[in-house]
């Protein structure tokens, strides 16, 4: 099945992926300008980080309820969410402002994350079809795109505030194009007990490709405009060069899943994202970092929405959009962790050391495959 074809078919779940990645690609290319604006160092500004975390584990476990009370309004509300939360980092300028517009954009975020996620792994189970890279390479595609165009932004001298506010008006005018009603509309606990080994299993290689993911799109400006001394344009396109390779390898992530199973995927992935992290903690000048960071784009890119697909497709239907807010939970604890562990790291031995340790987090993703693949999967 074709990318375009998959796309067509889960055009709406793919808009709604899209804005998603609109927002965070910007936000990844506005951090060092907003951690000067709150006056942060390393380690306390990871702290910050922290409070998307909390949104989203907060909103992910209650997202199968919400789902449930809005129905076929659910994405386009979670993107009203969106437009609004945004506004808020831009007018952050204190330590405890920041953190709590990361908590507002965490919940808009937990909410949109689970619900469209669950309507792809509804759309595949009957479809037939494999979805869910093609989904998600339009994340990573709209990523790259709100980086780079956020990196010319910021060289014109344009605030936070005022990009975000223009996206959240083009997203209001698309939000009414976001009504699906769901496939599975049935309630929690209706075909039985979750089966929390497949949950917990999936969930560890979601957690690992995300910590991976968010390692990148919070630290890799930082790390090319003070590690390797690039302009505050050359900082931007550290996260737009991963949203690229990561769209990139979603999409042709897409063509392979359909030859190839998850697990092998996920195997040759991991090694792909190793090597280009080695490169990135390796590199002399902010071209090579470049490159690194376009490998491990390539590599991370299908680890966590394989993840995904392989914890709908091994629990009962009823329990699809549950068991994805509970993997989605873990995956994401991910964001609790990677701003922690990246801060502290950076802060103690620099940005060097802490990419490495995300090139030894990834090793981790080997033996769960094994686990899961003596599973069945």
């Not at 996260?239 to 999409?251: D, E, S």
Request: hydrophobic fraction near 60%; glycine fraction near 12%.
């Amino acid at each position: 099945m074709s990318v375009l074809n998959a796309l067509r078919l889960s055009h709406v779940p793919a808009l709604a992926f899209a804005i998603l990645g609109l927002y965070w690609g910007s936000f990844a290319a506005f951090v060092p300008q907003l951690k000067a604006q709150t006056g942060a160092g390393d380690a306390l500004f990871g702290m910050l980080l922290l409070g998307t975390a909390c949104g989203l584990a907060t909103t992910m476990w209650i997202a199968p309820t919400v789902d449930r009370a809005l129905g076929r309004w659910s994405m386009g509300v979670c993107a009203a969410l969106l437009a609004g939360a945004f506004l808020l980092p831009g007018l952050a300028t204190s330590p405890a402002a920041f953190f709590g517009a990361m908590l507002c954009c965490g919940m808009a975020s937990g909410l949109t994350d689970v619900i469209m996620n669950a309507r792809v792994s509804e759309l595949e189970a009957h479809s037939k079809r494999p979805l869910m890279n093609a989904n998600h390479g339009m994340f990573s595609l709209a990523y790259a795109v709100g980086a780079l165009a956020t990196g010319s932004a910021r060289a014109a001298s344009v605030q936070p505030f005022v990009v975000f506010a223009v996206l959240g008006l083009l997203v209001l005018l698309l939000a009414r194009r976001l009504q699906m009603t769901p496939h599975d509309a049935r309630g929690e606990g209706v075909a039985g007990t979750l089966p929390w080994g497949i949950v917990a299993l999936c969930g560890a290689v979601v957690l690992i490709a995300f910590m991976s993911e968010a390692a990148v799109e919070a630290w890799s400006a930082l790390h090319l405009e003070r590690t390797l001394g690039g302009s505050a344009a050359e900082g931007a396109l550290g996260p737009a060069m991963l949203g690229l390779t990561m769209a990139v390898g979603r999409f042709s992530g897409q063509a392979v899943s359909e030859r190839l199973s998850d697990t092998r995927v996920v195997l040759g992935a991991v090694t792909v994202a190793v090597a280009g992290t080695v490169l990135v903690v390796l590199a002399p000048a902010p071209l090579v970092a470049y490159v690194g960071f376009g490998i491990m784009g390539l590599g991370i890119s299908v680890i966590g929405p394989l993840g995904l697909a392989l914890v709908g497709r091994l629990v009962p239907p009823a329990l699809r959009t549950v068991a994805i807010s509970r993997t989605a939970v873990l995956g994401f604890l991910g964001f609790f962790i990677a701003p922690t562990l990246m801060g502290l790291i950076s802060q103690g031995f620099g940005l060097r050391a802490a990419f490495a340790a995300v090139a030894l987090l990834l090793l981790v993703v080997w033996p769960l495959v094994a686990v899961l693949r003596s599973r069945g999967a």
